[in-house]
């Protein structure tokens, strides 16, 4: 499977093409980088760290995406859903681990999925995480709204830019599915001054920033004496990088759609 990167010269980009030259199935067909970026004309594999592979970075997204089966995507928002317009045409995978898109991008990313991309998107694509999601919703649902309150807590470097992480934000999703309730509507994302107590059903957001923190997500669920709390810590970004090479292989022969990691995992 022929796939591009998006932004291969940044943190998750190189380790995506460090992590294609060592799966099986799939290769680096292009590597792309912003007009403009430093990197453009360097040979992509060698800004990895693995030794040069013959694909010079480039800006020209038509080149680039011609006779390519995938692409790969953890950059911004508005770059995600100029490719995933371009996926739709050109009838491609996108698999994108983008996160902070507004209300409007995700519905224009849905639309890419309807007319004929096939798009896995999640806000983290580690199995781990997934699977802790799919326990956060489990306890959520089992325990009473009344008697537990949520926490998520996350902590990541000091150069992420969105806040609450896609992550923290899936996690809360989770929680709000197993309640039965809009995590829109129950969300509580800041603190300060005088607040007054804590509103019963709420599901609070703490966020934190600093170094250069993977990832650290957990949900804590506080009882009255007691008190239960999930936790991911993520040590390597390769962990999301094959997360997302597997999904790029999974979508392969799916029908054009908008998929999940939880669909990629079988969870």
Do not use: C
């Amino acid at each position: 499977m022929k796939l591009v990167v998006l932004g291969a010269a940044g943190r998750m980009g190189r380790t995506l093409v460090s992590i294609i030259s060592e799966a099986e199935g799939v290769s680096l067909h292009a590597a792309i980088e912003r007009e403009g970026s430093a990197a453009l004309g360097n040979d992509a594999g060698t800004l990895a760290g693995i030794g040069e592979n013959g694909i010079a970075v480039t800006s020209d997204r038509s080149a680039a995406l011609d006779g390519a089966d995938g692409i790969v995507d953890f950059t911004t928002p508005a770059v995600s859903l100029a490719f995933a317009e371009q996926a739709a045409r050109n009838g491609l995978v996108h698999v994108i681990g983008t996160t902070g898109f507004s209300a409007e991008e995700e519905a224009g990313i849905a639309e890419a999925a309807e007319n004929g991309a096939r798009i896995v998107k999640s806000g983290n694509m580690s199995l781990g995480v997934n699977l802790l999601a799919v326990l956060v919703e489990k306890a959520a649902r089992a325990l009473d709204p009344q008697a537990f309150d949520i926490e998520v807590l996350e902590m990541h470097h000091k150069h992420k830019v969105d806040a609450p992480s896609g992550t923290a934000l899936l996690l809360g999703e989770a929680a709000a599915k197993g309640r039965n309730v809009s995590l829109q509507e129950q969300a509580v994302r800041t603190r300060d001054g005088i607040t007054g107590p804590r509103e019963t059903g709420t599901i609070g957001f703490a966020t934190l920033r600093g170094g250069s923190v993977v990832g650290e997500h957990s949900v804590i669920l506080a009882g009255e004496g007691e008190r239960i709390e999930l936790k991911h810590m993520a040590g390597d970004r390769a962990i999301f990088a094959r997360g997302a090479v597997r999904a790029a292989m999974w979508a392969a022969d799916k029908p054009a759609g908008l998929y999940s990691m939880r669909n990629v995992l079988g969870l």
